[in-house]
């Protein structure tokens, strides 16, 4: 009974043993993996940042023309506005 006791608790610090050596020796290659992984994501996030940027200002430059352009027409449609009141505006009644 005993030998057996001993043999599933030799097993069992055999078993500890090597997945502590294994994690151990290991953890500074997964610290640098995970440290690249975390640096690819980091550099995704910037560029997808930078297009959506880039993408943005374009679109407010566009619309930026546009408000100027109805500006413009807004004003010659006051001109052409002014120019017909003053041509025919409102006639003064004739007296007999």
Known sequence: MREILFEILKNAGFAFSGGFVGWFFTR???????????????????DSYRVLVEDM??????????????????EEC???????????GPKKPKKN
Do not use: C, H, P
């Open 28 to 46: 500074k290659k997964q610290d640098e993996e995970t440290n690249i992984i975390k640096g690819d994501v980091l550099q995704k996030i910037q």
């Open 57 to 74: 200002n374009a679109k407010i430059i566009d619309l930026q023309n546009e408000i100027q352009s109805l500006r413009k027409e807004l």
């Open 78 to 88: 006051k001109d052409n506005a002014k120019q017909y009141f003053e041509n025919n």
